[in-house]
T-cell receptor, first 115, second 115 residues
Framework: AQSVTQLGSHVSVSEGALVLLRCNYS??????LFWYVQYPNQGLQLLLK??????LVKGINGFEAEFKKSETSFHLTKPSAHMSDAAEYFC?????????????FGTGTRLTIIP | GAVVSQHPSWVICKSGTSVKIECRSL??????MFWYRQFPKQSLMLMAT?????????EQGVEKDKFLINHASLTLSTLTVTSAHPEDSSFYIC???????????FGPGTRLTVL
């Protein structure tokens, strides 16, 4: 079975500083990995996804993530934090070329931006 | 991309009553929809996979007789929480899978509060 682990349930960074949210995965086969963002009382919005086409994935709002097989990691980064980035972030994994396969989510990381 | 709606966005009910939540795929015919539950400050947990024209597939530990899922058409799936109790209070989110996009699209969620 596949799983993801998000290190750090809460991360605080200053506005303009680097954002780094960590995600490690466990999978018996090559996984498909996703980062989602959730604002309060809302559904999830896809930030980016890894589907084996390229190890460095660029997403919306200036976020990117790098798939590192040797480290089984898929960390999310953004060079300069903005106040609007404050939200909950979820890493997720699935095994199939997707659409009809369930997602397994990490426990989430709450990002706080300090003015 | 696909747009997914949920109705209602929030509902408060008395213990013992049943509540129906609708999930609609507005611009895509979805053979598969997913229902997730999210407790406060926690991650999303898959409850069941809803398949059009057939019975839903429930995750381990989810009571199928309590959480009734009906995928009546290619654009509508409903989740009925029967005989709701306070412990059923949660944020319920549906999603639609699109195989060709290798992605799930999430609804805005329904917050259920059982008094």
């Amino acid at each position: 079975a596949q799983s993801v682990t998000q290190l750090g349930s809460h991360v605080s960074v200053s506005e303009g500083a680097l954002v780094l949210l960590r995600c490690n995965y466990s999978s018996s086969v090559p996984p498909y990995l996703f980062w989602y963002v959730q604002y309060p009382n809302q559904g999830l919005q896809l930030l980016l996804k890894y589907t084996s086409a390229a190890t460095l994935v660029k997403g919306i709002n200036g976020f990117e993530a790098e798939f590192k097989k040797s480290e089984t990691s898929f960390h999310l980064t953004k060079p300069s934090a903005h106040m609007s980035d404050a939200a909950e972030y979820f890493c997720a994994v699935t095994l199939d070329n997707f659409g009809n396969e369930k997602l397994t989510f990490g426990t989430g990381t709450r990002l706080t931006i300090i003015p | 991309g696909a747009v997914v709606s949920q109705h209602p966005s929030w509902v408060i009910c008395k213990s013992g009553t049943s509540v129906k939540i609708e999930c609609r795929s507005l611009d895509f015919q979805a053979t598969t929809m997913f229902w997730y539950r999210q407790f406060p400050k926690q991650s999303l947990m898959l409850m069941a996979t809803s398949n059009e024209g057939s019975k839903a597939t429930y995750e381990q530990g989810v009571e199928k007789d309590k959480f009734l899922i009906n995928h009546a058409s290619l654009t509508l799936s409903t989740l009925t929480v029967t005989s709701a109790h306070p412990e059923d209070s949660s944020f319920y989110i549906c999603s639609v899978g699109r195989r060709e996009r290798n992605e799930q699209f999430f609804g805005p969620g329904t917050r259920l509060t059982v008094l």
